[in-house]
């Protein structure tokens, strides 16, 4: 089996149509607010919440930099309406004081938290050191006042038992043909040639798909919601959590989703997210 020190190279020379992502020039904040998309350098996660590796591949490119992603992928969110950001370390996230409506939470840039650490297993993830690792990219999305309007959906729900539905505010769709593997408890997984992609936290009741569907691209898998494993203690805001997996060697492994939510942005909004520090 190969080593976690040799999984960087192997990796990268496993994975077929691999895209090397171009990283603009970095700018100000100032000028990249006139920009519909900006967005931290990947691996720049808030100080001190993660642990980035420095890995790269023989020309200098570092693991994080790559669009790990199928070409021409679709953004999770349709409209690219969501901006990448800890769910933890946020205003109303778990380890931070504050509401998750805040409108701060929806006005960007987008900042990476795929090696946000995390309690619990050492996961397997390129670009990150060893740990227990986030693994995934969490996604705040749709407006604020979508945020509000599900909270006090939730509340109707629970209180009066009215329909499920009426908290679909912000689709989540499939960034690939392909087929529908798993339907968990709260994630579904959709895998396109070989590439695994989970879908986490979105609304269980009134999901789009069944088990071994076949899906195409654009094709609405659910909505974003607050799903997980409430019965065991467990809570989280209302957003997306993304993954990218890989086979090898008989595990799933961990491949970086910023770059390729980053460029299937771009690709969305027809424009060159301004990269800012």
Same mark, same amino acid.
């Given at each position: 089996?190969?080593?976690?020190?040799?999984?960087?190279?192997?990796?990268?020379?496993?994975?077929?149509?691999?895209?090397?992502?171009?990283?603009?020039?970095?700018?100000?904040?100032?000028?990249?607010?006139?920009?519909?998309? $900006?967005?931290?350098?990947?691996?720049?996660?808030?100080?001190?919440?993660? +642990?980035?590796?420095?890995?790269?591949?023989?020309?200098?490119? +570092?693991?994080?930099?790559?669009?790990?992603?199928?070409?021409?992928?679709?953004?999770?969110?349709?409209?690219?309406?969501?901006?990448?950001?800890?769910?933890?370390?946020?205003?109303?996230?778990?380890?931070?004081?504050?509401?998750?409506?805040?409108?701060? /939470?929806?006005?960007?840039?987008?900042?990476?938290?795929?090696?946000?650490?995390?309690?619990? +297993?050492?996961?397997?993830?390129?670009?990150?050191?060893?740990?227990?690792?986030?693994?995934?990219?969490?996604?705040?999305?749709?407006?604020?006042?979508?945020?509000?309007?599900?909270? &006090?959906?939730?509340?109707?729900?629970? /209180? #009066?038992?009215?329909?499920?539905?009426?908290?679909?505010?912000?689709?989540?769709?499939?960034?690939?043909?392909?087929?529908?593997?798993? &339907?968990?408890?709260?994630?579904?997984?959709?895998?396109?040639?070989?590439?695994?992609?989970?879908?986490?936290?979105?609304?269980?009741?009134?999901?789009?798909?069944?088990?071994?569907?076949?899906?195409?691209?654009?094709?609405?898998?659910?909505?974003?919601?607050?799903?997980? #494993?409430?019965?065991?203690?467990?809570?989280?805001?209302?957003?997306?959590? $993304?993954?990218?997996?890989?086979?090898?060697?008989?595990?799933?492994?961990?491949?970086?989703?910023?770059?390729?939510?980053?460029?299937?942005?771009?690709?969305?909004?027809?424009?060159?997210?301004?990269?800012?520090?």
């Amino acid at each position: 089996m190969t080593s976690r020190n040799e999984l960087p190279l192997a990796a990268a020379l496993s994975l077929v149509l691999l895209t090397t992502a171009t990283i603009p020039l970095s700018t100000d904040v100032a000028s990249a607010t006139k920009h519909a998309c $900006w967005y931290y350098a990947p691996g720049n996660l808030i100080p001190d919440t993660g +642990k980035p590796s420095d890995e790269r591949l023989g020309d200098g490119t +570092k693991l994080n930099e790559l669009d790990w992603g199928e070409p021409h992928g679709l953004n999770p969110i349709p409209g690219a309406r969501g901006i990448a950001q800890s769910q933890v370390y946020n205003p109303g996230g778990y380890n931070t004081p504050g509401d998750e409506c805040d409108a701060s /939470n929806f006005s960007g840039p987008d900042r990476d938290n795929y090696c946000e650490l995390r309690i619990g +297993k050492d996961r397997w993830a390129i670009g990150c050191k060893p740990g227990p690792t986030h693994a995934g990219l969490d996604i705040k999305a749709g407006t604020r006042d979508d945020c509000l309007l599900m909270r &006090i959906a939730q509340e109707r729900i629970l /209180n #009066n038992g009215e329909d499920p539905k009426i908290a679909d505010l912000v689709a989540v769709q499939a960034v690939q043909d392909g087929v529908i593997t798993t &339907i968990g408890t709260f994630s579904v997984d959709l895998v396109s040639m070989g590439r695994l992609y989970r879908y986490m936290h979105i609304n269980m009741k009134t999901i789009q798909v069944k088990l071994g569907d076949s899906v195409n691209k654009g094709k609405i898998l659910g909505y974003m919601y607050d799903d997980y #494993n409430k019965s065991e203690g467990y809570w989280t805001t209302f957003h997306l959590h $993304w993954e990218i997996r890989f086979p090898m060697n008989g595990e799933e492994v961990f491949l970086p989703p910023y770059m390729a939510f980053i460029r299937s942005k771009e690709r969305t909004l027809n424009a060159t997210c301004q990269l800012v520090q």
